[in-house]
C-alpha cells in the first residue's frame, strides 16, 4: 500500500469521530445581549415605561414617514408607500406601487425590561381588501428595521 494513502486513512479516521464529538460538546449560537428574538429586528429597553417606550417608537416612524395603521396594547402596525426600488424588485408588470408594513411587537421579559421587535412586509395591491398581499421580508433585510429599532432605544436612554 502507497504511504500517502496508509498516511491519509490514518488521520482521516480518527478525524472522523471526532467531529461528532466536537459538536456534541460545542454550545450553540446564542444571542451576545443575552436575550433572544426570532422576529427580523429587536432592542432591549431598560427602565423605561411602556408609555414612554411607544411615545419614542410612533415620532421615530413618524419622522421615516410611517402612518400608524394599528394601534394596540402590545402590538403595533406602521406603513408606508415603498420606494421605487421596493416596487421594482417587489412589484408586479401592473406598475402598481407597493407599500412596506412593520408589525411591531412589545413583550416585558422581567420587571423594568421590554424586548421591542418587528418583523417588516411588504404589501402588494395596498388598501384592496380582495387583492392585497403580504410579503414577510426575510431577516438578511434587517438593517433598516434595525435602525429605526435603535433610535427608539437612542432616545430613550
Known amino acids: 500500500m502507497n504511504t500517502t494513502v496508509r498516511c491519509v486513512r490514518l488521520f482521516t479516521i480518527p478525524l472522523l469521530w471526532l ?3 466536537v459538536a456534541m ?11 433572544t428574538s426570532n422576529r427580523m429586528a429587536s ?3 431598560k427602565n423605561q415605561s411602556h408609555e414612554l417606550i411607544m411615545t419614542a417608537t410612533k415620532d421615530v416612524f413618524r419622522e421615516h414617514s410611517y402612518q400608524t ?3 394596540g396594547p402590545d402590538e403595533y402596525v406602521f406603513e408606508k408607500q415603498g420606494t421605487g426600488m421596493n416596487t421594482f424588485v417587489y412589484g408586479d408588470l401592473s406598475g402598481e406601487a407597493v407599500w412596506v408594513r412593520v408589525k411591531l411587537v412589545l413583550h416585558e421579559q422581567s420587571p423594568g425590561e421590554t424586548l421591542v421587535e418587528c418583523d417588516a412586509y411588504i404589501i402588494r395591491g395596498h388598501g384592496n381588501s380582495f ?6 421580508l426575510p431577516k438578511y433585510k434587517s438593517g433598516p428595521y434595525q435602525e429605526l429599532l435603535d433610535q427608539i432605544k437612542m432616545r430613550l436612554h
Open 131 to 136: 387583492f392585497e398581499e403580504e410579503q414577510k
Open 25 to 35: 460538546f460545542t454550545p450553540g449560537c446564542q444571542s451576545p445581549h443575552g436575550w
Open 19 to 21: 467531529v461528532p464529538w
Open 43 to 45: 432592542v432591549m429597553i
Open 69 to 71: 395603521l394599528r394601534d
